[in-house]
T-cell receptor, first 113, second 117 residues
Framework: NAGVMQNPRHLVRRRGQEARLRCSPM?????VYWYRQLPEEGLKFMVY????????ESGMPKERFSAEFPKEGPSILRIQQVVRGDSAAYFCASSPKQGTEAFFGQGTRLTVV | AQTVTQSQPEMSAQEAETVTLSCTYDTSENNYYLFWYKQPPSRQMILVIRQEAYKQQNATENRFSVNFQKAAKSFSLKISDSQLGDTAMYFCAFMKVPGGGADGLTFGKGTHLIIQP
């Protein structure tokens, strides 16, 4: 059973470009969480999704950020018009049901130049 | 809203020593989970140990154990017989029992543990 797969591992974008981060949850997991880790900080919750539904996006910036988890395919975290402050590691975690242990991917390190 | 505080940004110890990492949290919830995660240089987040708030017995996982004091809202991690491979960032995390609101984890800022030979 493969773990949570995130790609790419590293992503470099120029200011103003779009960044698309992908997360394939573990097999059988229908709950996906996205977190952001700034340098020297812990992870901060961004959004919680189930298949085709956003359950909680209270941690997402109101502008430029969006997330989806379609019926087929990976979950996508999309950042439009990236700025230097978006540089961070973005982690995805999945769980088989609400409130159970979440398994993390290895993260995508986004660098905005 | 919940907060998690780790007051030790960095700690070091000699191999084979016992190390204790501290964590306190603040919440008005009665039912919740607490976790310790390890993040080595590879950046992978690895679950070390988990505690359900309704359980009085402290969780134990091989060399890792916790001291959970619910009234004091304290959740420290003890690593016995520390090994070089224990060198990593350690994050304490809180999660509400589902029933409403965000189901994500709330993390502390982490403690960088260095085990020296």
């Amino acid at each position: 059973n493969a773990g949570v797969m995130q790609n790419p591992r590293h992503l470099v974008r120029r200011r103003g470009q779009e960044a698309r981060l992908r997360c394939s949850p573990m097999k059988g997991h229908s709950h996906v969480y996205w977190y952001r880790q700034l340098p020297e900080e812990g992870l901060k919750f961004m959004v919680y999704l189930q298949k085709e539904n956003i359950i909680d996006e209270s941690g997402m910036p109101k502008e430029r950020f969006s997330a989806e988890f379609p019926k087929e395919g990976p979950s996508i975290l999309r950042i439009q018009q990236v700025v230097r402050g978006d540089s961070a590691a973005y982690f995805c975690a999945s769980s088989p049901k609400q409130g159970t242990e979440a398994f993390f991917g290895q993260g995508t390190r986004l660098t905005v130049v | 809203a919940q907060t998690v505080t780790q007051s030790q940004p960095e700690m070091s110890a000699q191999e084979a020593e016992t190390v204790t990492l501290s964590c306190t949290y603040d919440t008005s919830e009665n039912n919740y989970y607490l976790f310790w995660y390890k993040q080595p240089p590879s950046r992978q987040m690895i679950l070390v140990i988990r505690q359900e708030a309704y359980k009085q017995q402290n969780a134990t996982e091989n060399r890792f154990s916790v001291n959970f004091q619910k009234a004091a809202k304290s959740f420290s991690l003890k690593i016995s017989d520390s090994q070089l491979g224990d060198t990593a960032m350690y994050f304490c995390a809180f999660m509400k029992v589902p029933g409403g609101g965000a189901d994500g984890l709330t993390f502390g800022k982490g403690t960088h543990l260095i085990i020296q030979p």
